[in-house]
Every structure is written in structure tokens, then in C-alpha cells.
């Protein structure tokens, strides 16, 4: 009997920095915000990521770009922290959210776990938090005991849950010149194998690929994409935000270890578009 792989891919082109999705919401543009949306699932993800920005005006956006795209495609949405602060986007989401993403700060994590768990939404918590910043395997499954203490205390579903180990880039000199940009892998490997024996049950993991190769030249990062994907897959990874137009990196999510077929559940959508080289 074949093994399976259940790993999420979630579309990230829907991010402010994108001057795609900045020009439709300046315009009002729904044509576009469509397109987006339609080249994205064509190519074959499963969710979307939606970040629409800090800026104020960004809280007014957000009903209008969920029902343009909740027309479009019918796929969940991964969209930013700010939506906690707006019930009516919540109830819009149709209980189909996740909410990407939140700090594991213990002022506040209780608070936007019960605000998620009201919506019937998922939450992705990021595993750091004042006055920590993971770099080893130990610290992040610190950092992820204490985010499972507050799930438990609050009766937060750990299956709604995602945790992002985070990749971090050492800050000293001689680690930086040593490590040539690359972030702490093989810590962040470790952390998504050894999660499931922290909780006594299976954790949901989420990372974007795009973190990974920040401080890397941009001609390295496909590079780096398409071979750290079967790495963190092998590992245990659930779901992955990336770049849907990277024709082989999608052909490795969606099989990302030879001799398993990818199970995750594809939300039927209509799309009609050719996909397109990324230019952000």
C-alpha cells in the first residue's frame, strides 16, 4: 500500500508588496484581484494566502477583496492577523478561514485564539514571542509547549492550529558569513519532526517558502525552494505558502517525496487563466 502526503499548498501572489494586488485595490479593480486569483488555483493550490497591508485603509479593502475572490474560486482563505479586528470579514469567511498569522506572545495569544475559535476559524501561530527568538530546536519546542499550554487552557482545537517554526538568520558576523545566507534549516527540520512527540498527537505545520530565502540573490532562491520543499515534507510539513507560478516547484508540492501521492483536499474552483511568470 503507497504512503500519502497531505501537504497544503497555499498560493502567497496576494500580498501587498505584489504590484499586481497593489494596483487592484488602488483601481478598485476587480478584474485583476479575479485573474490573480483564477492563475493561481489553475496552477494547482489548494488556498490562498491574502495580506492586504498595515495600512488602515487596508481594514475597509478587506470585505471587498474576500467577496471578489470568494466569486471567483472556491478556495479557503489564509489572510492576515488584522481580520481579528473585523467580525463582519470573519462571518463573510463562511467558517472557511485561517487566520496567518499570530505571535506566540503570552498577552495576547489567548485572546486572538478565543476571538479565532468564535469565527470557527484556524490560526497559524508563529513560533516566537517577546523577549525569545528561536534559533534552536529546544527553544522552538519552547515556544510551541507554551502556544499547546494556552490551546488547552482555552480549549482551542490543537487540529485548528498551524505553527510556523520560522526560519531565522543568525545575527552574528561569522555565522552570517559562514552560513552564506541561508537560514537555520536543519533546526527548523527537527522542530516539525519532534512536534508530534511534544503533544502526544499530530501538530498542523505551516512555513512559507519565500522566508527561507530572503537574504539569499534572487537568482539562488528558486534554487532553494525547489530542493528545501521534499526536505521539509520528509519531515512532516502540512501546508506551505509559495509560488504557484514556479511551474517545477509546484510539480514537486504536489508530489514532494517519490512514491507518495499528495492527498490534501482540493476545494473545486473554475479557473480560466494561463499561469504567469512572478515578478515581485
Same mark, same amino acid.
Do not use: C
Given at each position: ?86 467580525? #463582519? ?19 495576547? /495569544? ?23 527568538? $528561536?534559533? @534552536? ?12 499550554? *494556552?490551546? @488547552? ?9 498551524? /505553527? ?10 561569522? *555565522? ?24 502526544? #498527537? ?15 540573490? $534572487?537568482?539562488?532562491? *528558486? ?49 480560466? /487563466?494561463?499561469?504567469? *511568470?512572478?515578478?515581485?
Amino acid at each position: 500500500m503507497k504512503k500519502t502526503s497531505s501537504l497544503l499548498i497555499i498560493g502567497q501572489d496576494m500580498h501587498i508588496m505584489n504590484p499586481a494586488l497593489f494596483q487592484s485595490l488602488e483601481n478598485r479593480d476587480r478584474s485583476i484581484l479575479a485573474q490573480m486569483a483564477r492563475k493561481q488555483v489553475k496552477a494547482g493550490v489548494h488556498a490562498l494566502d491574502l495580506n492586504l497591508g498595515p495600512a488602515k485603509k487596508s481594514n475597509q479593502r478587506f470585505p471587498w477583496v474576500v467577496e471578489t475572490i470568494q466569486k471567483t474560486v472556491n478556495v479557503p482563505l489564509f489572510i492576515s492577523s488584522r481580520v481579528l479586528a473585523q467580525p #463582519e470579514t470573519l462571518n463573510q469567511l463562511q467558517k472557511t478561514a485561517t487566520i496567518n498569522s499570530v505571535t506566540a506572545d503570552p498577552e495576547t /495569544l489567548a485572546a486572538d485564539m478565543e476571538k479565532a475559535k468564535k469565527y470557527s476559524a484556524r490560526l497559524v501561530v508563529l513560533l516566537v514571542r517577546p523577549g525569545l527568538t $528561536p534559533f @534552536s530546536v529546544d527553544e522552538r519546542l519552547q515556544v510551541a509547549g507554551e502556544v499547546l499550554e *494556552t490551546a @488547552s487552557r482555552i480549549n482551542f482545537p490543537f487540529m485548528d492550529l498551524y /505553527l510556523d517554526p520560522l526560519f531565522h538568520i543568525h545575527p552574528d558576523p561569522v *555565522t552570517w558569513q559562514l552560513s552564506r545566507g541561508l537560514p537555520d534549516i536543519d533546526s527548523v527540520l527537527e522542530t516539525i519532526r519532534m512536534l508530534p512527540q511534544l503533544a502526544g #498527537e499530530n501538530i498542523n505545520t505551516l512555513v512559507a517558502l519565500s522566508s527561507a530565502s530572503q537574504f539569499l540573490p $534572487p537568482a539562488e532562491r *528558486t534554487g532553494l525552494h525547489r530542493r528545501l520543499l521534499p526536505l521539509l515534507a520528509a519531515a512532516g510539513l502540512n501546508a506551505v505558502i509559495l509560488n504557484a507560478h514556479d511551474s517545477r516547484l509546484m510539480k514537486i508540492a504536489l508530489n514532494p517525496l517519490p512514491g507518495m501521492k499528495n492527498t490534501a483536499p482540493v476545494p473545486q474552483a473554475n479557473p480560466e /487563466l494561463d499561469a504567469a *511568470t512572478l515578478s515581485w
